[in-house]
C-alpha cells in the first residue's frame, strides 16, 4: 500500500513538473548588469577622451570639452533611467519620464551586458527575463486600466499544438478547444473578458495586428527575447510581458500560465459596468 501511494505522488509530481512554470526573473540582475555596464563605459569615454584631446584641441580648442560634455550627458541619461528603475522597485516616487529614450540607451547597452555577464555565469535569456520583469512593475507602477475592448492580447503561433490542423493565425475562433494546447483556453478567456485575441506567426504580423486593432495596452506572450524586442517596438504603447513555457523547447508546443495571464488581464481592464439598477449583495 505504501508503495502504491509512493508511486501515486511520483506520478503527480511528474505531472505537476510536466509544464513547469519560469522561474521568476530577478529584477535587480538587470539592474546591476546595466549599472556594472554603465561604469565600464564611463572608463572607457573617460580614456578614450583623454587619448583624444590634443588632437580634438589642435582641431578646434573649445572641442574637447564640447566632446566631454557630450559624454558626460550621455553617461548621465543612462545613470537617471537606472535611477528611474530603482525608485520604481523600491517601491518610491519617480518620474516616468524619458521613458523611450531610456529603453533606448539600454538597448545599445544590452549586447556589452551580455558580454560582461557571461563571466559571472548571466546568460542573455536571464538578462532579458529580468528586463520583462522591471518593464512590467514599471507599466504596474503608472496604474493605467484600460476598457476590456481596448486590450490587445497576442501569443506565437508555437503556443498552438503542431499537428493540429486548424488554421488560427487570422481567427482564433477557427479553434476548436479540444484542450490540445492553451489556444483554446485563451480564445474561451476573450470571450469571457472582451479583448481582442490574436495569433502571430512573427513580428511582423505582430506590429500589423497592433496597427489594425489601434488598442490602449498589449499583453503579450512569447519567450524572452521576443517579449523584450516587442515591448520596445510598440513604446510608448503601455505593454506587458507573459512568459511561455517551453517544455519541448523553443518554439514548438509551448504553453502559457492561464492563471497568470488572467492576473495580468485583470490589473489591466477596467471592471464592467454593472446593469443599471443591480443592488450589490
Known amino acids: 500500500m505504501a508503495d502504491q501511494v509512493a508511486a501515486s505522488g511520483a ?36 580614456g578614450i577622451w583623454y587619448v583624444a584631446r590634443p588632437g580634438l584641441a589642435g582641431i578646434w580648442e573649445p572641442l574637447p570639452l564640447i566632446a566631454g560634455a557630450v559624454f558626460v550627458a550621455f553617461v548621465v541619461a543612462v545613470l537617471w533611467g537606472l535611477l528611474s528603475i530603482v525608485l520604481a522597485v523600491k517601491g518610491l516616487p519617480y518620474l516616468p519620464i524619458f521613458r523611450r529614450q531610456t529603453f533606448a540607451l539600454i538597448n545599445m547597452l544590452f549586447p556589452m551586458a551580455v558580454s560582461l555577464g557571461k563571466p559571472f555565469g548571466v546568460t542573455r535569456r536571464q538578462l532579458e527575463g529580468s528586463f520583462i520583469a522591471v518593464s512590467n512593475l514599471l507599466f504596474s507602477r503608472l496604474g493605467i486600466k484600460v476598457p476590456a475592448e481596448r486590450l490587445l492580447v497576442v501569443t506565437p503561433h508555437c503556443l498552438q499544438l503542431a499537428t493540429c490542423p486548424h488554421k488560427i493565425t487570422r481567427d482564433p475562433h477557427n479553434c476548436k478547444r479540444c484542450g490540445g494546447c492553451d489556444i483554446g483556453a485563451l480564445v474561451t478567456l476573450a470571450d469571457e473578458m472582451g479583448f481582442h485575441f490574436f495569433v502571430a506567426t512573427g513580428g511582423t504580423l505582430a506590429r500589423q495586428i497592433v496597427c489594425d486593432t489601434r488598442p490602449k495596452a498589449v499583453l503579450a506572450i512569447a519567450c524572452e527575447r521576443d517579449l523584450m524586442s516587442g515591448i520596445q517596438d510598440v513604446y510608448p504603447l503601455p505593454a506587458v510581458g507573459v512568459l511561455n513555457i517551453r517544455p519541448n523547447g523553443p518554439c514548438y508546443n509551448t504553453h502559457v500560465d492561464m492563471d497568470e495571464v488572467r492576473a495580468q488581464i485583470e490589473k489591466l481592464i477596467l471592471p464592467k459596468a454593472k446593469p443599471e439598477g443591480q443592488i450589490d449583495g
Open 11 to 46: 506520478m503527480q509530481s511528474r505531472q505537476k513538473n510536466k509544464f513547469a512554470l519560469p522561474s521568476r526573473p530577478r529584477k535587480r540582475l538587470f539592474i546591476g548588469m546595466h549599472l556594472l555596464t554603465t561604469v565600464v563605459l564611463a572608463v572607457l569615454l573617460a
